[in-house]
């Protein structure tokens, strides 16, 4: 089982940046993809951006430009930098690892990110 950790939600301006970090720990396969998703009111969980051991990266159309995915193999940690943020951005924000062997699939408790108008 892996535990996933995130932090750095927040409410902010529009226009403005935060940055989420999400920790992973417990038993993790070193070949892994870790990414995050977002749930605002109302809504389906959304793909947001992920990235692969390797460091390839994919990001949803509608934050191409503003988020950054990186990682910190060494500590199992994947962040993801918010420039330039919307009001549509706000959601609760959830932390994704799917493991590369069996593809099971881990999340964490998610952290709010509000972003005012």
């Known amino acids: 089982q892996a535990q996933l950790v995130e932090s750095g939600g927040g409410l902010v301006q529009a226009g403005g940046s935060l940055r989420l970090s999400c920790a992973a720990s417990?038993?993790?396969?070193?070949?892994?993809?870790m990414g995050w998703y977002r749930q605002a009111p109302g809504k389906q969980r959304e793909f947001v951006a992920s990235i692969t051991i390797r460091g390839s990266t994919d990001y949803a159309d509608s934050v191409k430009g503003r988020f950054i995915i990186s990682r910190d193999n060494a500590k199992n940690t994947v962040y993801l930098q918010m420039d330039s943020l919307k009001p549509e951005d706000t959601a609760v924000y959830y932390c994704?690892?799917?493991?590369?062997?069996?593809?099971?699939?881990?999340w964490g408790q998610g952290t709010q990110v509000t972003v005012s108008s």
């Open positions: 994704n690892l799917v493991r590369g062997d069996t593809r099971s699939v881990y």
């Open positions: 417990g038993t993790i396969f070193r070949l892994n993809t």
